[in-house]
């Protein structure tokens, strides 16, 4: 399973690479050309959203580190305890919809503490790989083409990603408690 | 946005004077500024590749095939965006990419999709149906493989670094069809408000 699936992992790149080139080969395109005319705008798309990244960063960074973040998710605590969810999982759930750096660390450093393969090592698993970084996420793609108004989107990306930590967390019980 | 920025940080600094260290404010403040440029600076080789490589494909008619192949369903998400507009190619590719857990190849396929959305947008400040609906679809998107998770596991001694696999594949999936149905009602009762 494990052999099958990284290694599933390790050939998306290059078959999608080799697939593409051959075939705009095939077709006749100056591969080259419109290559280096694409990546021209991938620079220039990464250096316009750079002040928004800037942004969020900061922003993240300071809740964080101020225990504004800590002092937040205190209240949930009991309620996760009475589930049988250890509460050390709530800062990468709340970390999760906001960046990707941060929420990998947090993974990470329950790996370090606990072990990847007790119960929060697993549901740290599942949770940081079935979801994604939602506000993040938002933010830079509305920020890349100047939409101000996001209208509902925030409201649905949040509300889909607790449907999954629901369905994350009542995996893990179901499987690995 | 705006809300959540200004909350924040205001938030933030309150939290620190509350506590009474509010010099963490200034180091937090900057250090992740800089994180946010490295983070940045690893992201413009990605971004320019993978772009360059969905130029090929798209002067090659690679995406256009692809995005007739799975034109029935993205009709269906998306009954705003004309059929073979390039905005269909660059969120087939975006979502493929995401589906592979390759989160920094479906980045620069997202933003290229939101430019060509942008362009049928009628409201430039405000975020068209299919712009909600795509973003819903992106942020709650279903992991085939998580590949990252999985090499993490690895690398801190997991016996089966790989047995997440399967739960995280259907959490993803409920958080997906949670996404699709949500985004489905928000629009309809929106676009009622808006008539």
């Known amino acids: ?177 | 946005m705006n809300i959540i920025f200004v909350v924040f940080l205001v938030g933030g600094i309150l939290a620190a004077a509350w506590y009474g260290n509010v010099g963490v404010i200034t180091t937090a403040a900057v250090d992740s500024a800089g994180a946010a440029v490295t983070k940045l600076a690893g992201f413009v080789g990605v971004m320019t590749l993978w772009l360059g490589v969905a130029k090929i494909a798209e002067r090659s008619g690679l995406l256009f095939s692809l995005s007739k192949l799975f034109q029935p369903l993205m009709g269906l998400l998306f009954p705003s965006v004309p059929k073979n507009h390039p905005a269909m190619g660059a969120m087939l590719m975006n979502m493929t990419a995401n589906m592979l857990g390759l989160g920094n190849a479906a980045t620069p396929f997202g933003l290229k999709a939101m430019g060509e959305l942008q362009k049928l947008n009628p409201r430039k400040d405000t975020a068209s149906t299919a712009m909600c609906t795509f973003l819903a679809i992106n942020t709650a998107s279903i992991t085939l493989v998580p590949a990252t998770i999985i090499s993490f596991r690895a690398a801190s001694g997991s016996a089966n670094p790989a047995e997440i696999a399967g739960p995280a594949l259907l959490a993803s999936l409920v958080a997906a069809l949670v996404a699709v149905a949500l985004d489905y009602y928000f629009r309809r009762k929106d676009n009622n408000l808006w008539r």
């Open chain 1, 1 to 177: 399973m494990f052999a099958l699936l990284s290694s599933a992992a390790q050939w998306a790149v290059p078959v999608f690479l080799l697939v593409v080139v051959v075939h705009g080969w095939y077709k006749g395109v100056r591969v080259y050309e419109a290559f280096v005319e694409g990546a021209r705008e991938g620079f220039w798309l990464a250096v316009k959203i750079l002040p928004y990244i800037v942004g969020i960063y900061v922003a993240i960074g300071v809740f964080r580190d101020s225990g504004a973040l800590a002092a937040v998710t205190a209240p949930l605590k009991p309620l996760l305890q009475a589930m049988g969810v250890p509460a050390e999982i709530l800062p990468l759930m709340v970390v999760r919809p906001l960046s990707g750096p941060p929420s990998l660390g947090l993974t990470l450093e329950i790996f370090d503490r606990y072990g990847p393969d007790s119960f929060i090592g697993r549901l740290a698993s599942v949770l940081y790989g079935s979801t994604e970084t939602t506000i993040y996420v938002l933010a830079v793609y509305f920020a890349s083409v100047g939409i101000k108004k996001a209208r509902y989107s925030l409201a649905v990306g949040l509300l889909a990603d607790l449907a999954g930590y629901a369905a994350a967390i009542f995996l893990c019980l179901w499987i690995f408690a």
